[in-house]
């Protein structure tokens, strides 16, 4: 079959390092089905689930299960996180050996910081001896417990408070860990200029660090939250200009090594409570690309710098734990799998909720007109949207 991409760009598939696709557990916000299709349909054929599902992801028939519901779809492939801990509880370390064998391609705690820097020491130590990537999200335990950024702005809407010290003091425990360890630690989800300074120092020390952003941090501010939409309830929350400003600049020069959707399909009744009672989370996956290609377009970006955050850099950070797969995930070779993404540039398109293909319909970018439309979209030769 010959396919016609006359005026448009041909990319490697999309690699997204943060995709909660809600099985097992959360089916009512989101079903495999859902959001593989949903994947495909912007693009990704390369995806990272975090394991806080329910159960949590830390036996191997578990993440099995996952995987071979997830390959009998023949859409994109997908890359689980195992636990770190048993049941994210934060005291007993998984098998993480077993977790790899079953196909993990790291460990975390998702959105569950530890509050043991004891368990984490031995997580780090553990994970350093086998060379396993420790995946974790920069909050401390209780700074991090409110709902929107520190600030004037959380004070006159009344919103618990997230300072950014919330973040630096993780970063800081995390960092000195890795002197001590020698582990390799990627950081998800930054949202502070204060916390990309110090990746920046930790890279420039030695450490092995890698990082992403979420594209609603990187296009967004705590000024969209407006007058209290929940659409904008996100984790960790939107903050000030300065710090949007620094995020983009460090993706540019590579401090920051990918860019996520950070997709979180939530269920109509969990978001339309109360901003400080609805619960976190936007979809993101059919977005991702065309974020991309706006940050490219509004700050002057390289077309090519803009689509490797999201193609050969996240596969760069999954690395040998993609195996017989690491030569040609992200990118297009002779001889490779054939994850291709068919891009219309001159197109665009409007965000609209019910048109979405995933079962979250929720995005604080409803309504946005968005540059490039996907074509078509081909995951191992096999076209699986379009």
Request: charged share 20%; net charge negative.
């Amino acid at each position: 079959r010959v396919v016609d991409a006359t005026g448009c760009i041909v990319l490697p598939g999309l690699v997204d390092l943060a995709a909660r696709l809600r099985e097992p557990g959360h089916e009512h916000e989101g079903m495999l089905e859902s959001e593989m299709a949903a994947a495909v349909a912007g693009g990704v054929t390369s995806l990272v689930c975090p394991p806080d599902t329910d159960p949590v992801l830390d036996e191997p028939g578990l993440v099995e299960m996952l995987k071979f519901r997830a390959e009998k779809l023949h859409q994109s492939r997908l890359f689980p996180l195992g636990a770190l801990t048993r049941n994210l509880a934060g005291e007993v370390l998984t098998e993480m050996a077993e977790l790899t064998e079953s196909g993990c391609v790291g460990f975390g705690q998702a959105e569950v910081p530890l509050a043991s820097t004891q368990v984490l020491q031995r997580a780090l130590q553990y994970a350093a001896t086998f060379g396993y990537t420790v995946w974790l999200r920069p909050q401390e335990m209780h700074l991090g417990k409110g709902v929107a950024a520190s600030g004037a702005l959380a004070t006159r809407l009344g919103l618990s408070g997230v300072p950014v010290a919330a973040e630096t003091i993780a970063l800081h425990t995390i960092f000195e860990l890795l002197k001590t360890t020698g582990a390799r630690v990627h950081l998800c989800r930054l949202s502070s200029a204060a916390g990309v300074e110090l990746v920046r120092r930790a890279k420039a020390d030695g450490l092995n660090v890698t990082c992403d952003i979420s594209i609603n941090t990187l296009h967004l501010t705590e000024n969209d939250i407006g007058f209290f939409d929940s659409r904008a309830r996100l984790t960790p929350p939107l903050r000030q200009q300065r710090d949007r400003d620094a995020l983009s600049a460090a993706l540019l020069d590579g401090t920051i090594d990918a860019l996520v959707s950070d997709h979180t399909p939530v269920d109509e009744d969990a978001k339309t409570l109360p901003f400080a009672e609805a619960e976190p989370g936007a979809t993101g996956l059919e977005l991702l690309l065309s974020l991309a290609l706006k940050w490219s377009q509004d700050s002057g970006v390289p077309l090519a710098r803009a689509l490797a955050t999201v193609t050969s850099e996240p596969a760069r950070v999954l690395g040998n734990a993609l195996g017989t797969l690491q030569a040609s995930v992200g990118q297009i070779v002779e001889g490779g799998v054939g994850d291709i993404c068919i891009l219309d540039p001159q197109a665009s398109w409007i965000v609209q909720d019910d048109a979405l293909c995933s079962q979250g319909k929720h995005t604080p970018f409803s309504g946005y007109e968005l540059p490039g439309r996907v074509r078509m979209t081909l995951v191992g030769g096999q076209v699986a949207f379009g």
